[in-house]
């Protein structure tokens, strides 16, 4: 609870980029977005990850580095895995463990599906 009023501070507050900035602007260099959506949360076909827990987005994201994956819908991840190193997995699993953002500024992912990494 506590973590969710930090966040909720205005980002002026925070001074050098933080790794929580640093994986949000990866998620959307990566092209991370135009899968799961802008806010994160998963379609029918893409499963939600904010909100989830850290250890098991890191070790899902390194699986898919090392081409494993438990489903044939895992050949789609892989190659966006495998273009992560661990300093961009560190910060993308923060980003998207912690997931804070202003729900005005995020839209409905229905709405913007294939629009979240221009
Ligand atoms: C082409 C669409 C696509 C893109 C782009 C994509 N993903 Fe995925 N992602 C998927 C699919 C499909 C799955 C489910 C794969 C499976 O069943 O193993 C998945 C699964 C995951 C999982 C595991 C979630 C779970 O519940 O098992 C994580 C973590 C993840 N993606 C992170 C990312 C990150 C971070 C990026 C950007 C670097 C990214 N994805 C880009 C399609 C995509």
Excluded: W
């Excluded at 076909?45 to 494993?68: E, G, H, N, T, W």
């Amino acid at each position: 609870m506590l973590k969710i009023i930090v966040f909720l501070f205005p980002a002026f507050l925070y001074g050098a980029p933080d790794l929580y900035k640093v994986g949000k602007n990866l998620y959307f260099a990566k092209g991370c977005s135009g899968c799961h959506g802008i806010s994160a949360s998963g379609t029918n076909q893409y499963p939600a990850l904010a909100y989830r827990r850290k250890p098991f987005l890191i070790s899902k994201l390194k699986d898919y580095r090392a081409k494993k994956g438990p489903t044939q819908q895992s050949q789609l991840m892989i190659p966006f895995a495998m273009g992560l190193n661990d300093k961009e997995i560190e910060a993308l699993t923060t980003f998207l463990s912690e997931f804070n953002e202003n729900k005005s500024t995020y839209k409905s992912d229905l709405s913007n599906r294939g629009d979240g990494g221009s």
